[in-house]
């Protein structure tokens, strides 16, 4: 599996925006990334994914870099609750398997 | 609630004994994956089923680990002879593959809250 990497922790003010950043050097033409995130005592929740185009839903922004060997997470104004554990992962089109890191661990400051 | 379901959510027990954890995956996914997570750490993958057929094992699944998921719908995880080292998260998530039928997927894994094992 093509690997992430990833800061292990990052600080954040309350209603800030949020850039969290993920290489994946080795990423392969058909990998698309994913995005988790893992509240305290939870499974991970799916946060947002995509291929080559930048991306946004209700929760965040996916900003993938042209040479798709990088990519940033985007929480446009975080606020307390956004204090988890943050994955960024590489799956293939209907893969079975994907592996995570340790992903980052998001504080939200008040 | 329509979401992954894991039970039980708390599991304390001595080594050498054995243990089984179930999963009820969303009824509408034939996907269904079991992850660990010991803590500081990632989810993972321990194996996964497409439907009743278990398609891929890691090898942190050693002899003593066994999935099932015999009619395509709820899996068990047993450990044998639990040891400390087992002690951990197990984490269950369903999906559909893009593609299957009547199902919109984006390939999207739901995970459930998990299954935390202390083995004293």
């Known amino acids: 599996d093509a690997k992430t990497t990833q800061p292990n922790s990052m600080e954040s003010n309350e209603e800030e925006p949020v850039h969290l950043p993920c290489n994946h050097s080795t990423i392969s033409g058909t990998d698309y990334i994913h995005w988790y995130r893992q509240l305290p005592s939870q499974g991970p929740e799916y946060v947002i994914h995509g291929l080559t185009s930048n991306v946004n839903n209700r929760m965040a922004s996916l900003a993938i870099a042209e040479d798709r060997k990088s990519s940033t997470l985007i929480l446009h104004r975080a606020t307390l609750r956004d204090a988890a554990v943050y994955y960024c992962?590489?799956?293939?089109?209907?893969?079975?398997?994907?592996?995570f890191g340790d992903g980052t661990t998001l504080t939200v400051k008040p | 609630d329509t979401g992954v379901s894991q039970d039980p959510r708390h599991k304390i027990t001595k080594r050498g004994q054995n243990v089984t954890f179930r999963c009820d995956p969303i009824?509408?996914?034939?996907?269904l994956y079991w992850y660990r997570q010991t803590l500081g750490q990632g989810p993972e993958f321990l194996t996964y089923?497409?439907?009743?057929?278990?398609?891929?094992k890691s090898r942190l699944l050693s002899d003593r680990f066994s999935a099932e998921r015999p009619k395509g719908s709820f899996s068990t995880l047993e450990i044998q002879r639990t040891e400390q080292g087992d002690s951990a998260m197990y984490l269950c998530?369903?999906?559909?593959?893009?593609?299957?039928?009547?199902?919109?997927?984006?390939?999207?894994?739901?995970f459930g809250e998990g299954s935390r094992l202390t083995v004293l």
């Open positions: 009824s509408e996914h034939n996907r």
């Open positions: 089923f497409q439907n009743e057929a278990q398609l891929e």
């Open positions: 992962i590489l799956r293939l089109y209907n893969a079975g398997k994907s592996t």
């Open positions: 998530a369903s999906n559909s593959p893009a593609g299957f039928s009547g199902i919109q997927s984006t390939g999207e894994l739901f």
